[in-house]
């Protein structure tokens, strides 16, 4: 056990001054005693944890002071106190984490199918990753200066680079190998999209003849963007070797490339960039190094373990006769 200093000195001075009961017990301390005992602290955060009086969402702490009030004998308690005796325990009961899965019906669940089996070898699950500071879903990566990194969330982040510069970052893995890349685009285009999507079919996978394609929802992400970008005949060449599969709505973390995205924010541009040349070469190098030591993502999530967590949310079926 580490003790103080201080209170050892104290200690020894009561016990000198006293006896050794008095070095045993606490002297009173300056300032106004605690308003809640142990008791009801604890009877506090019992509270805190229940369910709302009805009518009600959530606890707040008008509500808890006057909860409290109630069920002991205090005449009046401000809602600073019970938030610094919640703040004490970690509990803030108007907030809540939440994993949110929609409806599940037959199109989620025939989506999540396609992007939990194992996929065949030269498949690539692709997905382009980035965020805005006003769009959690938005999927451009925008910088401006004098911020940090947002964490707001999964697929969401802010690199700080210069004034009004705005970057977009695609990334791709390959998830039966130890292959990534991120290809840095100033839009989120149509385009750009395409460009993408033709590089994969031209320059990193020349022999394949399908590629698989697992990407989220965004509007760009489609066979039309080919077209907006190439020539018809072009766009038909680059997609005869394309199989899109999408992710189901409001369920992009069923994308493996969004844990690789996340590796890359963490590992990379978890920092202020200032300048977009650095921006692109510190991105290289961290995608050279990642393939250079063979690093993979191992994927658990398979249809038997959705079948079990999300069961009782399929959609119901009738019983084969």
Same mark, same amino acid.
């Given at each position: 056990?580490?003790?103080?200093?201080?209170?050892? /000195?104290?200690?020894?001075?009561?016990?000198?001054?006293?006896? *050794?009961?008095?070095?045993?017990?606490?002297?009173?301390?300056?300032?106004?005693?605690?308003?809640?005992?142990?008791?009801?602290?604890?009877?506090?955060?019992?509270?805190? !944890?229940?369910?709302? &009086?009805?009518?009600?969402?959530?606890?707040?702490?008008? *509500?808890?002071?006057?909860?409290?009030?109630?069920?002991?004998?205090?005449?009046?308690?401000?809602?600073?106190?019970?938030?610094?005796?919640?703040?004490?325990?970690?509990?803030? &009961?108007?907030?809540?984490?939440?994993? $949110?899965?929609?409806?599940?019906?037959?199109?989620?669940?025939? +989506?999540?199918?396609? !992007?939990?089996?194992?996929?065949?070898?030269?498949?690539?699950?692709?997905?382009?990753? =980035?965020?805005?500071? %006003?769009? +959690?879903?938005? =999927?451009?990566? @925008?910088?401006?200066? +004098?911020? %940090?990194?947002? +964490?707001?969330?999964?697929?969401?982040?802010?690199? =700080?680079?210069?004034?009004?510069?705005?970057?977009? *970052?695609?990334? !791709?893995?390959?998830?039966?190998?130890?292959?990534?890349?991120?290809?840095?685009?100033?839009?989120?285009?149509?385009?750009? /999209?395409?460009? !993408?999507? %033709?590089?994969?079919?031209?320059?990193? /996978?020349?022999?394949?003849? $399908?590629?698989?394609?697992?990407?989220?929802?965004?509007?760009?992400?489609?066979?039309?963007?080919?077209?907006?970008?190439?020539?018809?005949?072009?766009?038909?060449?680059? *997609? @005869?070797?394309?199989?899109?599969?999408?992710? &189901?709505?409001?369920?992009?973390?069923?994308?493996?490339?969004?844990?690789?995205?996340?590796?890359?924010?963490?590992? $990379?541009?978890?920092?202020?960039?200032?300048?977009?040349?650095?921006?692109?070469?510190?991105?290289?190098?961290?995608?050279?190094? %990642?393939?250079?030591?063979?690093? @993979?993502?191992?994927?658990?999530?398979?249809?038997?373990?959705?079948?079990?967590?999300?069961? @009782?949310?399929?959609?119901?079926? &009738?019983?084969?006769?």
């Amino acid at each position: 056990m580490a003790v103080g200093g201080s209170t050892v /000195y104290r200690t020894k001075r009561r016990f000198v001054e006293g006896n *050794l009961e008095r070095a045993l017990s606490e002297e009173p301390r300056p300032g106004a005693e605690r308003k809640l005992t142990g008791k009801e602290e604890a009877l506090l955060v019992a509270t805190a !944890c229940a369910n709302p &009086p009805e009518g009600r969402a959530r606890w707040t702490l008008e *509500l808890l002071a006057d909860a409290m009030v109630k069920l002991t004998g205090h005449e009046s308690l401000s809602g600073e106190t019970v938030r610094r005796r919640l703040a004490e325990n970690g509990l803030k &009961p108007w907030r809540k984490d939440m994993w $949110c899965i929609p409806k599940v019906d037959g199109e989620y669940v025939a +989506r999540m199918k396609t !992007c939990s089996t194992s996929t065949p070898k030269r498949e690539i699950p692709s997905g382009r990753w =980035s965020a805005s500071t %006003r769009a +959690r879903s938005s =999927s451009s990566a @925008r910088c401006a200066s +004098r911020s %940090r990194p947002s +964490r707001a969330s999964s697929n969401a982040m802010i690199a =700080s680079i210069a004034a009004t510069a705005t970057v977009n *970052l695609f990334v !791709c893995i390959d998830v039966h190998g130890s292959w990534r890349k991120v290809k840095v685009t100033e839009r989120r285009a149509a385009e750009d /999209y395409a460009q !993408c999507m %033709r590089e994969l079919v031209d320059v990193h /996978y020349p022999d394949a003849a $399908c590629i698989r394609v697992v990407q989220d929802n965004l509007s760009t992400h489609s066979a039309g963007a080919l077209y907006e970008a190439f020539a018809p005949a072009e766009a038909r060449r680059i *997609l @005869r070797r394309l199989e899109f599969h999408y992710t &189901p709505k409001h369920a992009s973390w069923l994308n493996m490339v969004e844990i690789e995205i996340g590796v890359l924010r963490g590992q $990379c541009l978890d920092r202020r960039i200032d300048d977009p040349k650095r921006l692109i070469s510190e991105i290289a190098a961290w995608e050279r190094q %990642r393939n250079a030591t063979g690093a @993979r993502i191992k994927w658990m999530f398979t249809t038997e373990k959705a079948r079990a967590k999300m069961g @009782r949310a399929y959609p119901a079926t &009738p019983k084969e006769s």
